[in-house]
């Protein structure tokens, strides 16, 4: 579980300097629609409410940053994967 929530940080951390380095001037088209594309932000099926609490968070302030589309969904178990 910490090495998911480490994953999970790092991701993150990774994102926001993606996400919040935008060049400055005329951007080509698809660059520009390239932030507009829906995200799926997963977070573990067995995650602690403070865990989906920050999960809600990223996705809020990617949303600011980017002007982006994200949603959250729980990552599949094993259990149900196997099915």
Known sequence: MKKQSILLVTGCLALLAIGGCKPAGKVAEPAATL???PTVIVYA????EPEKKAAEELRTYLAKITDGNYTLQAEESKKQAAK
């Open 35 to 37: 932030y507009k594309l």
């Open 45 to 48: 099926a067995d995650a602690i």
